[in-house]
């Protein structure tokens, strides 16, 4: 029994999982894609389920796919008038649906993974990195939160929300930017954690919003300058206490540490709750949370 933990800890590597991936800038957005090829790297089934086009800031609309517009998806990355959803000729996990983030991740999780997984289901919901900070007030209008919280919600599959602050839109087949290499390699890291520490991944309907700062050539350009902050979508000023962490039973602000504080290289995760996208305010769950993810977290100086 004793070796057998030990052994367990001393594995490097995550167990292999089956994930789900989606966003709403479009399945061949350079963030997305570089994040997929990292999570195949680290040795899970992935399978991406993204929309046609450019989704950003459809919330969590959903409507039945349609027919590609005589343009073709976005990024050229489908000929015009092709099929209302369609998977990449050569690599059947990665999945285009012509409507709505939520859409796009329902599609994926319905349809798309269990035909490729012999029926079975994801078992974590990853969405993003979206190209720009989903930061406070713009939580709800993101499709990228949307999508997240409609797998935690109503699929049931725990969920996590990633954007970055760095960055335009960028074609997959383009040359990798540094941003995209440096986000997918803080969401693995996340994503890491959340899986060692074993099921459930986070409490019943939550998700996490993660907001990754600015990426520069010369500042927050590897992984080992960052630190992982556990923070509020709204400010809280009326909620009842948070969670006692770092000394305080109020969590900072995610707006004020990655806005404000960015040039540190902090890393926000916020609780949310993903029946209204706001906080998570009950202090049992932003704690169970906290355990979940202590081994990353740090306190504010
Ligand atoms: C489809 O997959 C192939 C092989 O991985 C890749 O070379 C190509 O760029 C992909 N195209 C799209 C639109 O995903
Ligand atoms: C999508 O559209 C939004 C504005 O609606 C824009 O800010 C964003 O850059 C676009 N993203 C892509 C991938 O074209
Ligand atoms: C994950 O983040 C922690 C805390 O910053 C860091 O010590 C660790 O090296 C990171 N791991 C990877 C694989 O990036």
Redesign the pocket.
């Known amino acids: 029994m004793r070796s057998f933990v030990l052994l367990a800890a001393a594995l490097p590597l995550a167990q292999s999982i089956r994930i789900i991936q989606s966003n709403d800038d479009g399945w061949?957005e350079a963030n997305l894609r570089t994040f997929f090829d990292v999570l195949n790297s680290a040795g899970h089934q992935v399978v991406l389920s993204g929309p046609a086009e450019n989704q950003s800031g459809t919330g969590s609309n959903d409507a039945a796919p349609k027919q590609v517009d005589a343009d073709g998806c976005i990024h050229a990355?489908?000929p015009g008038k092709s099929p209302p959803t369609g998977a990449?000729?050569?690599?059947p996990r990665?999945n285009y649906v012509n409507s709505f983030p939520v859409t796009s991740i329902k599609t994926g999780i319905d349809v798309t993974a269990p035909k490729l997984w012999n029926g079975a289901k994801p078992e974590l919901a990853l969405t993003g990195p979206n190209v720009g900070g989903n930061v406070a007030v713009q939580v709800p209008f993101s499709g990228t939160v949307g999508a997240a919280t409609y797998a935690a919600k109503t699929a049931q599959i725990p969920a996590i929300a990633f954007s970055g602050q760095t960055g335009n839109p960028t074609a997959?087949?383009a040359p990798t930017p540094l941003h995209s290499k440096v986000y997918a390699d803080l969401a693995l890291n996340i994503t890491t954690t959340i899986i060692n520490s074993g099921k459930p991944y986070l409490p019943a309907n939550t998700y996490l919003n993660v907001n990754f700062p600015a990426v520069t050539e010369t500042k927050c350009n590897k992984p080992s300058e960052f630190k992982y902050i556990f923070t509020r979508i709204n400010t809280g000023v009326l909620s009842s206490r948070d969670a006692n962490w770092c000394g305080s039973t109020r969590l900072p602000w995610e707006a004020d540490v990655i806005l404000l504080r960015g040039s540190s290289c902090y890393v926000t995760i916020s609780p949310g709750d993903a029946n209204d996208k706001s906080t998570v305010n009950d202090a049992a769950v932003q704690t169970q949370i906290i355990n979940k993810l202590k081994p990353l977290l740090s306190c504010l100086p």
Do not use: G
């Open positions: 061949a990355s489908c990449n000729a050569t690599d990665l997959w087949n």
